[in-house]
């Protein structure tokens, strides 16, 4: 089964008690936080519901040997990215040279800058 990586991007300044919880029930409790779950249907509506919140991909077994050292309670501390999120910053999709979506396979790259 594939392994999707989940960084949040933003941070908790007025959030809905809904999504808090749900980012609290992913362990992302913090800005630049990573959580490594399985690929199933009801994480993917979790991640639906703070999409406005979050960056996902699929994430390959390379990458996950790299964040080993970093873990903390079920997540991942992890540094701010180097040359920064995206080009749009963190409140515009990833589609769009932002940094919030579904990144896919460049999750990847993310993670490596941010170790």
Not at 12 to 37: F, G
Not at 60 to 82: A, G
């Amino acid at each position: 089964m594939t392994k999707l990586a989940i960084v949040r991007v933003r941070g908790q300044l007025r959030l809905k008690q809904k999504i808090e919880d749900t980012l609290k029930m992913l362990n992302l409790n913090k800005k630049n936080h990573c959580a490594i779950v399985e690929d199933k249907p009801t994480v993917l509506g979790m991640i639906k519901k703070v999409k406005n919140y979050v960056t996902w991909g699929n994430v390959n077994d390379d990458t996950i040997k790299l964040l080993e050292k970093r873990k903390d309670n079920n997540c991942y501390r992890l540094n701010p990215p180097r040359k920064g999120f995206g080009r749009k910053g963190i409140k515009v999709a990833f589609s769009k040279s932002g940094a919030l979506g579904d990144r896919k396979e460049k999750i990847n790259e993310l993670l490596v800058r941010m170790v």
